[in-house]
């Protein structure tokens, strides 16, 4: 089970972290990632960690401003999200993958019910 935690209402340039908590199976062994889902619009890839943590991935949309790192210890996988925009207002899934981390939505096994965050201008 991912349990996502942390989206809300917040300003134009505001930050967030949001959490990921993993139960019922060993976290360590998965890829992580964040996708997000606008309104009316399909979901998309945010960023994806693997299962040690020592590579990450982004899209270029986030890049720079947002950062996933993810705390084995505490089955927690985190999206620090800096200088927030209008255009990041979605709904925030995490998701877990047994194999190597991807950007395709197809790819993960597993999904959490997602945490809304939006941004105002």
């Known amino acids: 089970q991912l349990q996502a935690s942390g989206g809300g209402p917040v300003q134009a340039g505001a930050s967030l972290r949001l959490s990921c908590v993993v139960s019922?199976?060993?976290?360590?062994?998965?890829?992580m990632g964040w996708f997000r889902q606008a309104p009316g619009k399909e979901r998309q890839f945010v960023a994806a960690?693997?299962?040690?943590?020592?590579?990450?991935y982004y899209a270029d949309s986030v890049k720079d401003r947002f950062t996933i790192s993810r705390d084995n210890a505490k089955n927690t996988v985190y999206l620090q999200m800096n200088s927030l925009k209008p255009e990041d207002t979605a709904v925030y899934y995490c998701?877990?993958?047994?194999?190597?981390?991807?950007?395709?939505?197809?790819?993960?096994?597993?999904w959490g019910q997602g945490t809304l965050v939006t941004v105002s201008s």
């Open positions: 998701t877990a993958v047994r194999r190597w981390v991807t950007r395709a939505e197809s790819d993960y096994d597993y």
């Open positions: 019922g199976r060993t976290f360590s062994n998965y890829g």
């Open positions: 960690i693997t299962w040690g943590g020592d590579n990450t």
